[in-house]
C-alpha cells in the first residue's frame, strides 16, 4: 500500500475509533485490524503479537470472546500470559475497565471479564477506581454494566486451561469491592491408565496321541517237563508187540537187514 493510502487507511480507522462505541458489535468489521497486542491465532502460528497501536492482519481471533471490537477495531481485553506475553505486569483481581492506549478514548469504560486474579501489561490508573493490596488491584468503581459480569462466564471457561498459570493472591479484598472470589477449579484429572485387562488364559487342550498298545512281555514259562521217555524207535509194520528190533552183528557187514529178535 503507498504511504498516502495506508495514511488514510489509518486515520479513517482512528476516526472510526472516534465514533461512538458500545463495547461489543454484533457483526465483526470488515478489515482484520488490530488495535494493541494481542494473541495470535493458533492456525497462523499461535503465540502473542505485540505490536502496540493500529495494526493489521490477515486473520480473524480464534478467541473472539476475548476481544471487544472497537471502531473497526479488534482489542483484546483479556490475560495475555496463557498466550505468551512476558513483559512487565500487574495483577488484577476480578472484573475490571481495560486501561490499553486507545487512538481516541471510548465513551464508554470497557471491561475485561475475567473472574479471579489474573495479569495484565498495565498498571491501573492512579485514583479511587482502584485499591492496591500487596500489589494487586482491585476495581472498586461503578459497577460494569450486566451484559459484562454475564460474559465473566465465558472468559472464566476460555481461561479455565489455564488456571496454573493464575498469580496467587492471598491478600484480603479491599472494602468496596464487589467481586466474588476466586476458587480455583479442580485440577484436571489426570489420565489414568487404561486398566490391565487379566485374562485367563484359554485352557489348553492337548489331545494326546492315543498310548500304544502296551505290550506285556511275559516272562518265559518256566515248564518243568517230565523227563523224556527213552527213545525208542518203531518200525511201523512187521512188529509183532513186544518184540524189539536188533541187528546182528554179523548181519551188519553184509548189509543186513532189521530183523526182529526176542
Ligand atoms: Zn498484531
Ligand atoms: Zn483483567
Redesign the pocket.
Known sequence: MPPIQRFWAICGLALSLALPVSGARAQAPASRA?VG??P?PARAGGGY???EGI???TYVPDRPVLFQIVGDAYLFVGDPVPFGYRGPRTVFYGIHPVHVPLPVPPPAPIFCALPGPHYHPYAPPAGPDYVLEGGVAFYVGSPPPAPVVQRSHAFEAEYRPFAALRPQVVVKPPKGWRGTWWVAPPAAPTAKPPPVQVVAPSPRVVVAPPAPPAVVVAPPAVVVAPPAPPAVVVVPGSRKPGKWLKIKHKDWHKGGKWKEHD
Open positions: 488490530y497486542s494481542h495470535v503479537c505485540s505490536i495494526h493489521m492482519h
